[in-house]
């Protein structure tokens, strides 16, 4: 060979890989629909991954589905039983290996460019310590449902492809007192967060029952506010379905108290801002409103009715605070059901007639 030549094979330069992303996804009896949420990240286009799944003592046949797929990205342990989603996450961040890590649970579904579009504004901005995007709400017939924020579809991405798919809702606020009052949607699914970033704001709490994904997020805002991006994007496919844990009339109570306990940490131990802190009465109306709206959504009136009486006898609440939070949930307990849902239904098409046309306003909350 020719010295002075160089072997085209020798020289070629190979492209850096992207950084690796774990993925966590708990899993408990999920034979129904684990299958569909694995293939979901299967069907990914960005290709660095690793999907760790952690069973939490699976009776049904969730090991035979997992095991179906050959894939060497997928890692599978099962656990003895654990009982709580904060656990078995912790179990499976502890054997995460990414750069970057992300969040599914086995009855949920990403699009197939999730972890791209998810990824893309930690890869261009180092200062950003985490993304979250929306998520798009189906049955469990994979049936789209009403979304309990609709995002509005912006019509210059179609002649500007730079331009975002979707703008988002005027009255939408990335802000600390938006977090703080349960305003803002905090589903875990629609989170990515960098390594580092997570080893400095911890595990999940694990005495909590439900509510341990919004008090990480409150961490995660207390850690680096300005470092957590709003995504204008549906970026995965949330599953509403009556198997779900927090559905179960019983588990209501642990889910309040856990709320509550948050409530105090919040308020009583954290170096909140000002302008956050003066927010507690209302921030203590959100834990009602959320848990009682979720209630009359599951046709459990009598326990939403429950819910938002004990806002008004709460030491915490303003009297005025509990009329304007829980009020109007109050007096729809006592609806039927069925009414009371189509009202909820009516309200969300006005609201999305609406938003067909983005104003000023909304381009301007970007």
Excluded at 10 to 31: F, G, V
Excluded at 94 to 101: D, H
Aim: hydrophobic share 40%; glycine share 4%; charged share 20%.
């Amino acid at each position: 060979m020719n010295p002075g030549f160089s072997n085209p094979k020798t020289a070629e330069k190979t492209e850096p890989q992207p950084p690796l992303i774990s993925i966590i996804m708990p899993t408990y009896n999920a034979q129904r629909y684990i299958g569909k949420a694995i293939q979901s990240v299967l069907d990914q286009t960005y290709p660095h991954w690793e999907l760790i799944i952690v069973d939490d003592a699976s009776s049904d046949e969730t090991e035979s589905v997992v095991q179906g797929f050959s894939d060497a990205r997928i890692r599978y342990r099962k656990v003895a039983r654990i009982g709580h989603p904060a656990g078995v996450r912790n179990v499976a961040l502890n054997m995460a290996e990414g750069e970057l890590i992300a969040f599914l649970d086995s009855d949920d579904l990403y699009y197939p460019d999730t972890l791209a579009k998810l990824s893309a504004p930690l890869l261009n901005n180092p200062h950003f310590i985490s993304v979250y995007g929306f998520a798009f709400q189906i049955d469990e017939h994979d049936h789209p449902l009403p979304n309990a924020l609709s995002l509005i579809p912006n019509p210059a991405h179609r002649q500007q492809p730079g331009e975002p798919e979707y703008l988002l809702p005027a009255g939408y606020q990335h802000s600390w007192e938006r977090i703080v009052t349960s305003q803002i949607s905090c589903l875990l699914a629609a989170l990515m967060i960098r390594r580092s970033a997570w080893e400095q704001i911890g595990f999940f709490n694990e005495t909590l029952c439900g509510p341990e994904d919004y008090e990480f997020y409150v961490r995660m805002f207390l850690h680096n506010h300005a470092g957590v991006h709003c995504l204008s994007d549906y970026v995965y496919q949330y599953r509403i379905h009556s198997a779900s844990l927090t559905k179960a009339p019983e588990h209501c109570h642990r889910l309040l108290e856990s709320c509550l306990s948050i409530m105090r940490w919040l308020f009583e131990e954290t170096a909140l801002p000002p302008a956050a802190k003066a927010l507690k009465s209302e921030a203590y109306v959100g834990c009602y409103r959320y848990l009682a709206r979720e209630r009359l959504l599951n046709h459990q009136p009598h326990i939403a009715r429950t819910l938002a009486l004990k806002t008004f006898f709460d030491p915490n609440v303003r009297k005025k605070d509990a009329l304007l939070g829980c009020g109007a949930l109050l007096l729809r307990s006592f609806l039927p059901s069925q009414f009371d849902q189509g009202l909820v239904a009516l309200k969300r098409e006005f609201r999305g007639l609406l938003h067909k046309k983005p104003t000023l306003k909304a381009r301007a909350s970007l």
